[in-house]
């Protein structure tokens, strides 16, 4: 194997996922919806199947795709977009990302990222040769340090990668957070990405504001998000891509040598949700809130330590409470104890005094299997 893929072990994502079909065990760990997103949707996806969209899409995205992700920058964040040279649709957000570092880190670079991190993060700044320089969002209440940031900054960084909401911790950047790593951004002229994928998934009446929005930002910030979790289409991976010509065009410069374009039939689709199906993000946020709560409340209630994520679907906790050090072996065990499957946060982390006893929780499922989680939680307690 190339040394470029050494030392990445493979996505804790697919083992633990795999663990739960082997033992029956409850999914909470994966972060996938139980249930789809609008019938509606899938039936503009077999309309576009049938009608026979099923030859290769533009590089860049269907027209009418690109169009709705202009308009859907433009309703909630009053940024207008030119969509045939600022909108990129890539195969999910996970392609955004990869696409996005080729695009901008070049061997030996440095790029600041937040940690936890997203596991693809790491694994694509090394695949670029790019070196990560996390910052890290520290427990109990995971949020942004400062002196931290400007401190992880040298002269060889060239970019900033970003996310929030937070996967896993669920912090959602306040707006003197986003103000700090814009002030950094422009004073060392650095390349912003960030990934917002979970922009629509914020509770208690918050609001996600984009980091491209900020005074000076525009011009050197790429965003990413994805109908995947909009729209609770995991499995379709459509993503996109928004930011001034010049970058968005490195990035399509990058993606047309991973995949060319993406998915044909499933562009269209989405292009419905974002213009006919708005109200959906909406409810979804609603329902999450509310099983948020009941997750978070139900762990509680069994004296785990609880910091109630603001946005995304995930929540973490201390397995020390159970008696294990390591949060890996705690959910190794998690099935057979309690018929249950968790995600070891240690994954996303370099710093193991931080990361070794945390677990993430995934509470995008149905309310009856959080609650039987929970069930078995307290029953094998
Ligand atoms: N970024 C974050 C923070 C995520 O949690 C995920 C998982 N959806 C992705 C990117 C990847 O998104 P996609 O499935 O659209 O590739
Ligand atoms: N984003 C989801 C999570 O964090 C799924 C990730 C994946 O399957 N690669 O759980």
């Not at 990413?224 to 990035?251: D, Y």
């Not at 499933?266 to 709560?293: H, N």
Request: charged share 25%; aromatic share 8%.
């Amino acid at each position: 194997m190339a040394s470029r893929l050494q030392g990445i072990p493979p996505t804790i994502f697919s083992e633990m996922s795999a663990l739960a079909v082997r033992t029956g065990a409850l999914n909470l760990g994966q972060g996938f919806p139980d249930q789809d997103g609008p019938a509606s949707v899938v039936e503009a996806a077999v309309a576009a199947l049938r009608e026979g969209r099923n030859q290769y899409a533009p590089g860049a995205g269907v027209p009418e795709l690109r169009e709705a992700v202009a308009q859907h920058q433009a309703a909630h964040y009053g940024v207008e977009l030119d969509p045939t040279r600022e909108v990129l649709v890539t195969t999910g957000a996970t392609e955004a990302i990869a696409a996005a570092i080729l695009a901008f880190v070049n061997p030996g670079d440095e790029v600041v990222v937040l940690e936890p991190f997203y596991d693809s993060y790491v694994a694509t700044i090394q695949m670029a040769g790019g070196v990560r320089r996390p910052v890290t969002l520290r427990s109990p209440d995971f949020r942004l340090d400062v002196d931290e940031l400007r401190a992880a900054v040298t002269d060889r960084t060239t970019a900033v990668l970003v996310n929030s909401p937070h996967n896993p911790t669920g912090t959602v950047l306040d707006r003197n957070e986003l103000e700090a790593i814009a002030a950094v951004a422009r004073e060392h002229d650095l390349v912003v990405i960030t990934d917002e994928v979970y922009e629509h998934l914020v509770f208690d009446d918050r609001a996600h504001v984009p980091l491209c929005t900020l005074d000076g930002m525009w011009d050197r910030t790429v965003s990413i998000s994805s109908a995947g979790k909009t729209f609770s289409f995991t499995g379709w991976k459509v993503g996109w891509v928004t930011g001034p010509a010049s970058l968005v065009r490195a990035v399509e410069s990058a993606k047309q040598w991973l995949t060319f374009s993406s998915g044909a039939p499933l562009q269209p689709a989405i292009a419905y949700a974002l213009t006919k199906e708005s109200a959906f993000y909406g409810r979804l946020a609603a329902e999450l809130q509310d099983k948020r709560d009941l997750l978070c409340d139900g762990l509680r209630s069994l004296d785990v330590d609880v910091w109630v994520p603001e946005g995304t679907y995930f929540v973490t906790t201390d397995v020390r409470r159970y008696g294990y050090a390591d949060g890996l072996e705690f959910c190794l065990a998690l099935p057979e104890r309690a018929g249950v499957v968790a995600i070891p946060s240690q994954f996303f982390y370099d710093d193991a005094d931080e990361g070794r006893h945390k677990v993430r929780w995934a509470f995008c499922k149905d309310r009856a299997v959080v609650d039987e989680g929970l069930r078995r939680l307290a029953a094998a307690d």
